[in-house]
């Protein structure tokens, strides 16, 4: 019943992620935001992962997320994932300096204003999982 | 229904499966992880059919090009014979044909086969020696130069494997190598593009094949090749390089030093601080990067922080094998 609920508000309206432009979107967006976070000390430990291709398909996945897009990630995925970082160390203050650079790469990708706010929106809605709280 | 086939072996693909899902069904020991197409842990390769689309999505145009795919978004459209990772290789027994030395501590070995050994100028293979000691090296040839394969030995001191190709191996001796890996090599497209090169040491093996083969199909961007090391009788081909420099206007050569003495026409530095303080941007270059895993780490972070894509960064790094 949920999912007849469903399908038929996706064909009335658009998603987030069709409206923003789709893949296309999610692979202009990557590296932008993954270049303001390696120049951020505040997080850039978070992110060093010596396999950059690795973590660029990581920042892919956080975008199509953040977009509403086809992802099938739970709350316990987003848990065990960012585990050894909690151990690190990582909090809110770490979590809000990744909002404003998703914010900030969406600007200078020209996203209008209340899709920015609705991509923040999503990825807010993770941070508990994020941080494991 | 579509049939996969590992090492002789049929395994059947149900219409609304996955490669993934088929391998784990029938205990197939292949190695994965997030089943969404973002960790590659189950990244494998299909020597006889070109995967689907989507089951190449985010991977490099080089790993495409050579029809690696990953198995848990593959949705096969026909049969497919498939190579895991860590699948037994095939070797093939070449003989030596020339054994000389570049520098004080660099040997050149040349390998000939009877028959054409396909391979991308910039890959890697294994040698084998009888006991199976086995290590890794880059081909430094470009694949249109006969049926031989070049390599370029440092000895490392204590090292087995390159101890033994620089003391025992003669011409006339027989070698087993395996098939080429590696994802590092020049694909035409995009001719007008930068060429960043930059490597330490033998690093310069592949850069070398890399370069040959750019200039053979036609590269027209400008291509950079910087190559380092401390004292300048580690450094080796400088005059085949200069050479070429002369007779390509569009290919330049800094041979780097990062050792106290530093004769005319070398620069002075580490190679990869030399290379980067020459671009102030590299956005739209190809970079490749051979030699110090530090270096290739560290590089391959700064050439991306220039500007470069990640799409648009190769790398092998060298691992040593310890002793």
Redesign the interface.
């Known amino acids: 019943m949920t999912d007849t609920l469903n399908n038929q508000e996706a064909t009335m309206s658009k998603t987030l992620y069709e409206r923003i432009g789709g893949e296309a979107a999610v692979n202009a967006a990557v590296e932008l935001f993954y270049r303001k976070v390696l120049n951020d000390y505040r997080i850039n430990r978070f992110f060093d992962d010596s396999d950059m291709d690795k973590q660029i398909a990581k920042q892919k996945a956080f975008f199509t997320m953040a977009f509403g897009g086809p992802n099938n990630y739970t709350g316990r995925d987003m848990r065990n994932a960012h585990a050894p970082l909690v151990k690190m160390g990582l909090d809110n203050f770490h979590f809000d300096a990744v909002m404003e650079h998703l914010g900030a790469t969406l600007t200078e990708l020209n996203v209008p204003a209340d899709l920015i706010d609705e991509a923040a929106a999503i990825a807010e809605s993770a941070r508990k999982d994020v941080l494991g709280k | 229904m579509v049939k996969l086939m590992i090492e002789e072996k049929a395994y059947s693909c149900q219409p609304n499966e996955t490669v993934l899902d088929a391998l784990l069904r029938e205990h197939v020991n292949i190695s994965y992880a997030c089943k969404?197409?973002?960790?590659?842990s189950c990244m494998v390769r299909s020597p006889n059919a070109i995967p689907p689309e989507a089951a190449q999505?985010?991977l490099?145009n080089t790993l495409k090009n050579h029809n690696y795919f990953l198995a848990c978004l593959c949705h096969p459209e026909q049969d497919m014979i498939i190579k895991l990772p860590d699948q037994s290789e095939f070797y093939t027994e070449g003989t030596v044909v020339v054994n000389e030395m570049l520098n004080r501590n660099t040997l050149l070995l040349i390998i000939a086969f009877k028959d054409a050994f396909e391979f991308s100028a910039g890959q890697f293979v294994n040698l084998q020696r009888a006991d199976g000691l086995t290590r890794s090296y880059s081909i430094a040839n470009t694949p249109q130069e006969s049926n031989t394969l070049e390599f370029h030995i440092r000895r490392l001191p204590g090292g087995r494997f390159s101890e033994w190709l620089h003391d025992e191996i003669m011409v006339g001796d027989t070698v087993a190598v395996s098939e080429p890996r590696g994802h590092c090599f020049y694909l035409p497209e995009r001719s007008e593009q930068g060429l960043l090169l930059v490597g330490t040491g033998t690093g310069l093996a592949p850069l070398a094949g890399i370069l040959t083969d750019a200039l053979a199909l036609g590269h027209s961007g400008p291509i950079y090749l910087f190559h380092g090391s401390r004292e300048v009788e580690d450094l080796y081909q400088i005059d085949e390089m200069r050479q070429l420099a002369k007779q390509h206007q569009h290919f330049h050569y800094i041979p780097c030093l990062s050792g106290k003495h530093v004769p005319e026409g070398f620069s002075h530095g580490r190679v990869n601080e030399v290379a980067l303080a020459s671009f102030a941007d590299l956005k739209d270059w190809r970079v490749f990067l051979c030699g110090h895993p530090e270096m290739v780490?560290q590089m391959?972070?700064m050439t991306?922080?220039k500007g470069a894509?990640?799409k648009d960064?190769y790398a092998d790094a060298f691992l040593v094998t310890p002793t």
């Open positions: 969404k197409g973002t960790c590659h999505a985010g490099k780490n391959k972070k991306f922080l894509s990640m960064i």
